[in-house]
């Protein structure tokens, strides 16, 4: 069953916590992905993995560090939260040769 | 500068009519446009896609048809259903790199 888990669904920290949002897959793909989704903004992406220990910035990389010490598990770090990283967080995976990504159901943070 | 434009930000249509959903892009690399579906409280799930050799892409009642020179495409359904409502983003990526750029969205609302 191929599937993308991430966890915890729903998150309310407060400014200055800091925050870990956990994403795992079972199809033994490269690449991984952080999107960030706000009201009218679309997904922007945070982060990109390659694959253990090769990760790359997105577009909105500022604020945000990510962690993959295993192909089936990528972590996003907010150190020291802010009120504007509210939002829903989409982790996705991929085949490095597929362009195909496949997304997690979401976590929700609010950031109070 | 936005690279991946959407239009309409919301469409209604009638159950049984066709609606079309419009797309442009800046990036004049890119070459694989896949568009996504998402229904509330989920993640994004691919729906169809369409590589720049191609002009016209269908798989049942969805069709995109795509311009390079004009550097847009749309998405055409076709008999729309109730269970069509959802979120469309059309997204945009060179192959070579991954990394997929996604449009605004367009909220469809079918009424039966």
């Known amino acids: 069953d191929m599937k993308v888990t991430q966890m915890p669904r729903y998150l309310i920290k407060r400014m200055g916590e800091n925050v870990l949002l956990e994403c795992g897959q079972d199809m033994s793909h490269e690449t991984m992905y952080w999107y960030r989704q706000d009201p009218g903004l679309g997904l922007q992406l945070i982060y990109i993995s390659y694959d253990v220990d090769s990760n790359s910035e997105g577009d909105i990389p500022k604020g945000y560090r990510v962690s993959r010490k295993k192909r089936e598990h990528f972590s996003l770090i907010l150190d020291s939260a802010k009120t504007n990283q509210t939002s829903v967080y989409f982790c996705?995976?991929?085949?490095?040769?597929?362009?195909?990504?496949?997304f997690g159901a979401g976590t929700r943070l609010s950031v109070l | 500068q936005q690279q991946v434009r959407q239009s309409p930000q919301s469409l209604t249509v009638w159950e049984g009519e066709t609606a079309i959903l419009n797309c442009s892009y800046e990036d004049s690399t890119f070459n694989y446009f896949p568009w996504y579906q998402q229904f509330p409280g989920e993640g994004p799930a691919l729906l169809i896609s369409?590589?720049?050799?191609?002009d016209k892409k269908e798989d049942g009642r969805f069709t995109i048809f795509f311009n390079k020179r004009e550097k847009k495409l749309s998405l055409h359904i076709t008999d729309s259903q109730p269970g069509d409502s959802a979120t469309y983003f059309c997204a945009a990526s060179n192959t070579n790199t991954g990394k997929l750029t996604f449009g605004d969205g367009t909220v469809l609302t079918v009424k039966p």
């Open positions: 369409i590589r720049s050799v191609s």
């Open positions: 996705a995976s991929s085949y490095r040769n597929q362009n195909t990504l496949y």
